[in-house]
């Protein structure tokens, strides 16, 4: 059905209003009836399964779960380190601090690549 409907959109589905939604499958999409009375998430549905789109809704598995979870023992790892160490050892407190943040910014580098 979407190799027969060639439509040009102005911007993504989701970001168009009620109205232009209506409009649009009034309009140019035949399949969709009773576009008038729908309200936005009923045509949002409608008009997506006349196209043929799929929702990506499913919850994909992290693929760098396990080294997210290695790394975010080392932070734990060295935070009881760091409390360990005594106020006047200020330079291996910073060197940990350091080695912390460095490991939590590469954890969310990680879940962002997801």
Sequence with gaps: MAEELNIE???PLDKMTA???RQLAMDKIPQ?????GMAKE???ASIK???????????RENPYREQVLALK??????RAEKEALTKDKRKERDT???KINKLKKRT??????S
Excluded: F, H, P, Y
């Design 96 to 98: 940990a601090r350091r």
């Design 32 to 36: 969709v009836v009773g576009a008038s």
């Design 73 to 78: 023992r080392q932070i734990r790892e060295l």
């Design 9 to 11: 959109l102005k911007k």
């Design 108 to 113: 969310r580098r990680l879940a962002a690549a």
């Design 42 to 44: 009923e045509l949002l």
């Design 19 to 21: 109205k232009e939604l």
């Design 49 to 59: 399964e006349a196209l043929g789109i799929t929702d990506g809704d499913e919850k």
